[in-house]
């Protein structure tokens, strides 16, 4: 029963929603300092709390494989947030760890995003750089995990 | 019902939900120990529209993610849903019977009492609580109430809650220990009704 709530509690109208969500995400992974310094060229604005951060425990699920059963693959500490702008946009943000302060300047960023006046600035200041920070990060795991590839032959066994 | 909702159109809860929830939760147990006393809640959410500042407190201290609640159908065409389904957690319930709380924003829009689950002789815990917003609460006047937690009587005046309220609160004492309790809410003000009360005209 709790599901169906969980399920459309965040929902908004389908035009943007999927651009929305990955900026969410995009916010959620990016680092604190990058957060700081990009919205720290923001003129502020003045918001209300919809709910103060919190910090909980989320579990993970996951799948072996791609018709594996699902199982409960491990817990994680997750912080959540949502608060309003005075002239009406709403901001979510639930980001790994016990960052309060993470999270409140994620909510602040996807609200600012969904504000006409905003939208472009925040774009270029956070939302860009946050991006090609995690594509440097892949990029370089990526590179790290190359150098050491193994490549497997399989030889036929010479008769006899 | 669980349609999306817009998040733009929640108001605030509690500001402080921990310290808020237990002062309110003694509040209400105030109320219930002592049926029929007007009792002010301190409350510092932003109620949505149509909700009253007391019923609004007491439902964000009681819900949670394991609670169904009902509202009246003014209240469910309206943001009091998201409301409390963003700041509780807790799931609509469509059909009264199924519901662990109930909101009904005027006495009109309030059903019969025997719509609502009243629990059974085994688990007469698993009865339902209702919320009635009233247009008034006096104290010293009107019915006369009686039973645990009142000396000898006590005096209440409810607006909009008549005679038809008062038969069907008659049944629902005579069916202790099922039952469901009540309370009356009208600004800042609740009353507990719980059902070991008896309430006559």
């Known amino acids: ?160 | 019902m669980n349609a999306g909702f817009d998040l733009s159109r929640v108001s605030a809860g509690f500001a402080d939900p921990s310290i808020a929830s237990q002062a309110v939760f003694r509040d209400i147990l105030e109320a219930l120990s002592h049926p029929g006393q007007l009792v002010g809640v301190i409350a510092s959410a932003k109620a949505p529209v149509g909700v009253h500042a007391a019923s609004c407190a007491l439902l964000l201290a009681m819900l949670d993610q394991d609670t169904l609640l009902w509202v009246s159908p003014s209240l469910a065409a309206r943001d009091a849903p998201g409301y409390f389904r963003f700041h509780t957690g807790c799931t609509m319930a469509a059909d009264p019977a199924a519901a662990d709380f109930a909101l009904a924003a005027s006495p009109a829009e309030l059903p019969p009492l025997d719509a609502f689950a009243a629990g059974s002789e085994a688990y007469p815990d698993r009865s339902a609580t209702l919320v009635v917003q009233v247009p008034s609460l006096e104290a010293g006047q009107g019915w006369t109430l009686s039973g645990p937690g009142i000396r000898s009587t006590r005096r209440l005046a409810a607006g909009g809650l008549g005679a038809e309220f008062v038969a069907q609160w008659a049944q629902n004492h005579k069916a202790f220990p099922c039952g469901i309790d009540l309370f009356l809410a009208c600004g800042t003000l609740l009353v507990g009704l719980p059902r070991t009360t008896r309430v006559e005209a």
């Open chain 1, 1 to 160: 029963m709790s599901k169906s709530a969980s399920d459309s509690l965040h929902a908004v109208d389908s035009a943007g929603h999927a651009e929305r969500q990955s900026w969410i995400g995009v916010l959620a992974r990016t680092d604190l300092a990058l957060l700081e310094t990009g919205l720290a060229g923001i003129a502020p604005q003045a918001f209300e709390w919809l709910r103060k951060p919190e910090t909980g425990l989320v579990m993970v699920r996951a799948r072996a494989g791609g018709t594996g059963t699902r199982f409960n693959f491990g817990e994680m500490t997750v912080t959540r947030c949502a608060l309003r702008l005075a002239d009406g946009a709403a901001g979510v943000a639930y980001v790994q760890g016990r960052s309060h302060r993470k999270a409140q300047l994620a909510a602040l960023a996807d609200a600012l995003l969904q504000t006409d006046s905003s939208a472009a600035a925040v774009r270029s200041a956070v939302l860009l750089p946050a991006e090609r920070a995690l594509a440097d990060a892949a990029g370089r795991m990526q590179r790290r995990a190359q150098a050491t590839r193994v490549e497997f032959f399989t030889v036929a066994r010479e008769a006899g």
